[in-house]
């Protein structure tokens, strides 16, 4: 056996695991910051902040007695603040014993200070993560702009075996005989897009250097792959984000709703696939795979996919976005990550959807993975969609989890004394093995599914 033919899947492994690694440890760091400045703000003081858990690499104590530390175990983080004994804040009956006396001394514990002071601190994890990801989609909306109208071409996409007229700088009034309508109108795009015949050669009038002029161009939406959905049918075969798929069981298609159909004709039969990159073309056997996706209404639809996503035969110019814009565009996609994943936990606890569809930390790192070999880009999205997910699962009323602690703070607020310390042993104990239990459960789907 050569052991030099392991090199590449070693290698692969290692690239795996450093960006699962890199993604987690942004979003742990900027959790825990959020508790320890707002903690810091709210007069309660750290001790310690740590990156990781376990034996202990690096670490210095600051002006205000903190202990800032990267342990080994890179897979998670914590804040210890005074009072606490343990990462999950527990109390330490004792340290609250020796400061009972001392009010100033017990105002800087985390037990001892006021309600208010308490559930902002917790709270603040889970809002640095929303923050985080709205900023993130925020600066990749300014960057990327937003699409010009008219609609216009910015560069074409390589196709074979297609001459087009169409050029750069072309805004695009007709295609097919069907007017262009503007981008704002959502409905009325889709039901351009209906409208388009599904053939190739297309006739486009076109704005081209103020002149009205007509030319023969492409199909609008090709069956060229822009992006690879990370541990899907398509990953597993390595297509690739600029692969041209032109023929399916030896028929030939030109357009992406063609591919579509024959996926979900197929309904998991495996299908031959003649694929074109870059001048080269060759065939790749895929079987596709049961999908739930989620809908607009909010549901979940079942269906077979491959797993890639399409695009226009062209990019499109784009122009910059506002920031106000921009920030409210990441507001909304930070909503809709929280919206379909309450809607996936639902329908996966009723049985509408298949419990696979959660996944455990080999699906989360492998997802890493995928998403940094597409790019910064890709993989800085999915950090903020990661971000958002973390934000989201901490704030579930789960003892042990900030949501958990601040129904405990509701309570006091209720009653006005906190729950007794038997209880919260109790609770917390629950608490811990619920999350390991479900964190088994994910496991389990990650190698079982």
Known sequence: MDLLSFL??????????????????????VHEYGHYIVGRWSGIHAEVFSLGFGPVLFSRVDKRGTRWQVALLPFGGYVKFLGDADAASGKDASAMADVAADPVALRRTMHGAPLWARSATVAAGPVFNFI?????????????GTTRDPLTVQQLVPLPGLQTGLREGDALLQIGGVDV????????????????????????????????TEVEGPYPWPPHVRGVAPRSAAADIDLQPGDVITAVDGAPIFAFDQLKRAVESAEGKVLVLQVWRAGEEFEMALAPRRVDEPQPDGGFATRWRMGIAGGLAFEPATEASGIGAAFGAGAAQVWSVVEMSLSGLKHMITGAISTCNLSGPIGIAETSGAMASQGAASFIRF??????????????????????????????AVTGKPPSDGAMRILMTFGIAAILTLMLFALGNDIFC
């Open 383 to 412: 950090i903020a969609v990661l971000s958002t997910a973390v934000g989201l699962l901490n704030l579930f009323p789960i003892p042990a989890l900030d949501g958990g602690h601040l129904v405990f703070y509701a309570y006091e």
């Open 132 to 144: 985080m990801s709205i900023v993130i989609f925020a600066a990749v909306f300014m960057v990327q």
């Open 181 to 212: 309508p503007s981008l704002e109108d959502a409905a009325a795009f889709n039901a351009f897009r209906d409208a388009i015949p599904e053939q190739q050669p297309l006739r486009y009038t076109v704005l081209r250097d103020g002149q009205q």
């Open 8 to 29: 590449p899947q070693l290698g692969g492994f290692f690239y795996v695991i450093a960006s699962f690694v890199v993604a987690l440890s942004v979003i742990v760091a």
